[in-house]
């Protein structure tokens, strides 16, 4: 597998993994500093476009990372208990653990697998935020409201639910996760709320009212990123 996926010892390679269509290709082309469009982007659509694990660059001026667009899970062509084993994720440094709407049976199979190998460094973030939010405010809103033809009360009112639904969507999320995580034996672990175009600012050092957990993500890749090559040096 490590020939397969051209690994070497001299970088860091981290996969991004999940359930089908939870947005694993924009979020590798949003931390990459990348568009959907941009010409060395990964390709995305509403249905599973990634049908082999893909490699791609990190085009940071002398980055030493590679990311990994991996298949989605719990498709007919990969069950949940294959996943794992026939991708080969066990050797990556890093797996991303992307879930979308809820936690699936994928998401969870993927991270007790990742609990037998303690080199694999595991974040799990929850991705399409934006959407999430603005589907559940649109749902406590009046039938027909526009907000981009709202008079300036109605306006004022989809901003309040909206600033209420935000901070329910977070609590409800972080609370979720770990409560899938106790039931399922697995340790706590942090989840970071992120939508695509919030991490894309993020990662190109400018800010995003949309952002909730992109700038920690970030700082805290970046800190594993540092640690392990460091350690990689001193091995």
Known sequence: MKAAYHY???FLHIAVVGSSGGGKSSFINAVRGLSNNDPIAAPTGIVETTDAVTRYTDPCQDSKIFWYDVPGAGTPNMPDWQ???NLGLYIFDCIIVL???RFSDSDLAILQACEQFTNIEVFIVRSKSD???NNMVLDRMPRG???FHADDESRSRFQQVKSEIRREFIDKTYQNVQTNLESNNIPP???YIVCKDAVHAIWNNSPSPMAIDEEELQNDVAEYVRRRLHRNVQN
């Open 8 to 10: 070497s010892p001299d």
């Open 189 to 191: 672990k942090r989840v």
């Open 99 to 101: 879930i979308d709407n």
């Open 131 to 133: 959407q999430h939010i």
């Open 83 to 85: 996943y794992f084993n």
């Open 145 to 147: 409201f526009d907000p």
